[in-house]
């Protein structure tokens, strides 16, 4: 069964079409549209778009995070420009998380704003980056370091475009899934934990009301904290271990997802040095994410590097590192004066 939600952001507010299908809705009342995709999905998925919108223009981009570039979001921009596209045209994503990011980010600063649409196609992209409005291109001396925040004005999730999605894609968006279970939903943690087969078998009913249950948990955090001053940071949960994880065993090693279900591991097996987490959770948060077919163990990284990796980390304010913990596992909370020594007893042991 299909589900819609809405983002409640005042004007900016915007309803989110879930389920098997749900391209099927997909309407641009007459408006000009730019569709942004790259030359994987483009095969897969673009024929069906261009079916509700025959009249679209096509921006198709190389595949890649390595595209995902200031340079890229120039071609969008040159494409809109030279097409004479005005104000009130529409770009429509379809894509993972990367052509979200860009399209996103072209909608943001052409004409200072223009609407877009979200039809993301990776689940890491349904139940995380296509909501909430962050947008944006990595630079050189940083990932996603240029960019907005700029609300689609609608995200339609069709759980049909995930029958093609590579398995370990499709895992690492699970890892964001557990995510919103372990921050702030122990009733979500019980029920995936019951649904492991389903997920595992992509079957559609049940990825429709994880993608709705990950998304209303989404939709709450960024009503509250759009700008991320406060709460959504717990969204962060699992990724300053994971980033460290990622730099250091070379970007493209392990997928983001991947990185932040070692990450959760690790989050969770401090907060139980801190009296904070059972050592049952710890297990049981391991136990559902092995199950999910996700690695939960860091690859070999001496302490010392990875404390000085995880200071690298933008969410270091004052030289004092922010870590989202678990207090306890289904209820994240942010401390900012974790002891270095438990730090280093959890990474010796994880080590
Ligand atoms: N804006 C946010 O709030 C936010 C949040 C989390 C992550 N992100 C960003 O999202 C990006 C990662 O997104 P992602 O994990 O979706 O990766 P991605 O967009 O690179 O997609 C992963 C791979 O799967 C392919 N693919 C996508 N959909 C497919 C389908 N249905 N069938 C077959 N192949 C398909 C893509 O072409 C790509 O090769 C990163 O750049 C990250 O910074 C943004």
Redesign the pocket.
């Known amino acids: 069964m299909n589900r819609t939600l809405h983002v409640d952001l005042g004007e900016r507010s915007y309803p989110i079409h879930i389920g098997a299908g749900a391209l099927n809705g997909l309407d641009a009342q007459n408006r000009r549209c730019l569709i942004v995709t790259?030359d994987?999905?483009a095969p897969?998925?673009l024929p069906r778009v261009l079916e509700a919108l025959p009249d679209a223009a096509v921006c198709e981009l190389p595949?890649?995070?390595s595209f995902?570039t200031l340079d890229t979001a120039g071609r969008i921009l040159d494409q809109l420009a030279d097409g004479g596209f005005h104000r009130d045209s529409l770009i429509i994503a379809l894509?993972?998380?990367?052509?979200?990011?860009i399209a996103?980010f072209a909608a943001s600063v052409y004409h200072r704003g223009i609407d877009f649409i979200q039809i993301?196609?990776?689940l890491?992209?349904m139940v995380?980056?296509s909501v909430?409005g962050?947008?944006?291109v990595n630079h050189q001396a940083g990932?996603?370091l240029i960019g907005a925040f700029h609300q689609p004005v609608q995200v339609i999730a069709d759980l049909d475009?995930?029958a093609?999605?590579?398995p370990r894609?499709y895992a690492?968006?699970l890892a964001e899934v557990v995510k919103y279970a372990a921050l702030g939903d122990l009733q979500l943690l019980d029920w995936l934990e019951s649904r492991v087969a389903e997920l595992r078998s992509r079957d559609t009913d049940v990825l429709t009301e994880v993608v709705y249950r990950c998304c209303l948990a989404k939709a709450k955090i960024v009503a509250a904290d759009e700008r991320e001053q406060g709460q959504r940071a717990l969204l962060n949960l699992g990724h300053t271990f994971g980033h460290a994880i990622e730099t250091a065993s070379g970007y493209g090693t392990l997928?983001?997802?991947e990185a932040v279900a070692i990450g959760m591991v690790m989050a969770a097996d401090l907060s139980c040095r801190l009296g904070w987490a059972s050592a049952e959770e710890v297990a049981r948060l391991r136990s559902l994410l092995s199950a999910l077919s996700l690695p939960t163990s860091p690859p070999p990284i001496p302490p010392d590097e990875f404390i000085a990796l995880m200071q690298r980390d933008k969410k270091v304010l004052n030289n004092r590192l922010r870590l989202v913990l678990l207090r306890p596992l289904g209820h994240a909370v942010i401390s900012a004066d974790v002891p270095l020594d438990t730090l280093r007893e959890s990474l010796d042991a994880a080590a």
């Open positions: 790259n994987t999905i897969l998925y595949d890649g995070e995902k894509g993972g998380g990367v052509i979200g990011d996103g993301p196609t990776t890491l992209a995380d980056s909430g962050k947008t944006g990932k996603n475009l995930l093609t999605l590579p894609e690492a968006g997928l983001h997802g």
